[in-house]
């Protein structure tokens, strides 16, 4: 089974500015700022929450990067966001 994600947007607050993602966490002031690549991840974790669709996506979009390596990148960032409490895995939410 998949792990879902969802955005905090009850603390965090971002905007895009041009290919990049700003995030502000409201709780304590920090300031993260998401390159082109992780700014195209944020969003699809607008649309779709499960880690493997977006996995498919970025394979979509970038068809000449090897599957695994995507995958690594991505669970990478995920760990991240996480860490962060940017994204917040769905079953700590009771969904």
């Known amino acids: 089974m998949s792990q879902k994600y969802v955005k905090n947007s009850e603390r ?3 905007r895009e500015i041009d290919e990049e993602t700003v995030v502000m966490d409201m709780e304590n002031g920090y300031i993260h700022s998401l390159d082109d690549i ?3 991840i ?3 974790f607008d649309e779709y929450r499960d880690i493997n669709r977006v996995c ?3 394979q979509e979009e970038f068809p000449d990067v090897e599957k695994e390596e995507i995958r690594n990148d991505l669970v990478s960032l995920v760990e991240d966001l996480v860490e962060k409490d940017m994204l917040i895995p769905e079953k700590e939410l009771g969904e």
């Open 56 to 58: 498919e996506k970025m």
């Open 12 to 14: 965090m607050v971002w």
């Open 42 to 44: 944020w969003s699809l």
């Open 38 to 40: 992780a700014t195209i």
